[in-house]
Every structure is written in C-alpha cells, then in structure tokens.
C-alpha cells in the first residue's frame, strides 16, 4: 500500500492531507495530515512507513503515526516522564513519549498493514485516526499543563 494510495483514500474522506518529502539518510516520504479540535487547537500528524524493516518482515509494513504535543527544552520538568507513564498506563491505546534528544512530547501509534493490497482495510485507518484525535485531543492540554505548574 503507497502513501499517496492512503492520500487519496483520506482525502476523498475530506481530511486534510499533503504528501511530503525529506531528506534524511535517504529519501523519505511521508504524509502530513492536519486536524482541528472544537476548541480550534490545530494539531500536525506525520504518517510513514518506518524505514528499514522491508527485508525483515515478508507480509506486512509498519506506518507509523506520530502528533507532536509539546516542544520540551533539556531542563523540561523531570515529573513529565512520570505522568506521561502514568497516562499511558490508563490509556487504551498508550503512545505518549518524551524524548529529550529531539525536543519534544509526541503521541506515536504504530500500525501493521499487509504488503497485499487486497488484505487491507483503510476503514481500519479510520478508526485508528480517530482513536488517536480522541485521545491527543483529551490529553494534550493535561500534557501542556502538567508543564506550566
């Protein structure tokens, strides 16, 4: 399944989507999907395939989805990464990390698709993104504010 195959599947579901490139060691494509919250909180998610894998895995890829919360600096306060553990613990679907090195407070899932276009299900995709709108949408602003404290 192509990135630009699940760009015309979201976009004719009316989401906005845009195709990127950059260079990294290679290459990379990668999607670029935005959304609103109703309280107009706009949020940027970036979905890919993570690189690497193709000759270690026969039957399906990994498209990894990640929404950047929060931009920390390395004095960030350390109680963050308890909250973030605490949260996860509570969620569902846990996927909130802090990483220092890049700076930021980010929500990853991480999704199989099979290599055989027939076997896959986009309406899956569906379901997946809004989980993750549901719970960046709910738990970013604790996020934001456990920091603010």
Do not use: W
Not at 40 to 58: A, Q, T
Not at 67 to 91: C, G, Q, R, W
Not at 92 to 109: E, H, K, N, S
Not at 133 to 138: E, S, T, Y
């Amino acid at each position: 399944m192509t990135l630009e195959a699940i760009k015309d599947f979201l976009v004719n579901r009316n989401v906005k989507v845009t195709l990127k490139f950059r260079q990294v060691v290679t290459l990379e494509a990668y999607l670029e999907l935005f959304f609103e919250t109703t309280e107009k909180e706009s949020f940027v998610m970036e979905i890919g395939y993570i690189p690497g894998l193709e000759e270690e895995v026969d039957s399906f890829r990994l498209l990894q989805l990640v929404v950047p919360v929060l931009e920390i600096t390395a004095d960030y306060p350390k109680h963050l990464d308890s909250i973030l553990h605490f949260m996860n613990s509570e969620l569902v679907t846990p996927g909130f990390v802090c990483d220092p090195q890049a700076g930021l407070v980010y929500f990853r899932y991480v999704m199989p698709l099979s290599k055989d276009e027939s076997k896959v299900n986009l309406e899956q995709l569906i379901e997946v993104l809004q989980l993750i709108f549901f719970q960046v949408k709910n738990y970013a602003p604790k996020i934001r504010g456990s920091v603010s404290q």
